[in-house]
């Protein structure tokens, strides 16, 4: 999996093309992801202990991985995933600026 949390991407396809947000959820099996308020899509629910006066919810639908982009947090420009291996680890890295794509902890 290339993408993980907290990856800030841009969306390729779609209605919210070309807008960028955060990952929030990675789904690896499906190879697919949620990017937090973008693909958004409108639900009637029925009352329910959740949401006791029912209505209509917005939710994130998830999106498929190859629609998404990375966008480098170094040089802002999206990128693509390589690796490098450093300290025996290997990390992510843009493929534009070689800068890591790590997300600082
Ligand atoms: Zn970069």
């Known amino acids: 999996m290339k993408l993980k949390r907290n ?27 949620v990017v937090k308020g973008l693909n958004i899509y409108k639900k009637s629910v029925k009352p329910s202990k959740k949401s006791p006066k029912g209505g209509i919810i917005e939710i994130s639908a998830k999106i498929n991985i190859s629609n998404l982009g990375i966008v480098c947090p ?22 534009k600026c070689n800068a890591s794509l790590e997300a600082v902890k």
């Open 7 to 33: 990856d800030k991407v841009i969306i390729l396809t779609g209605k919210d093309r070309n807008k960028i947000a955060e990952i929030e959820r990675v789904f690896v099996s499906e190879n697919k992801a």
């Open 74 to 95: 170094s040089c802002n420009k999206v990128s693509r995933v390589s690796y490098k291996i450093t300290n025996n680890k290997k990390i992510r890295v843009c493929r």
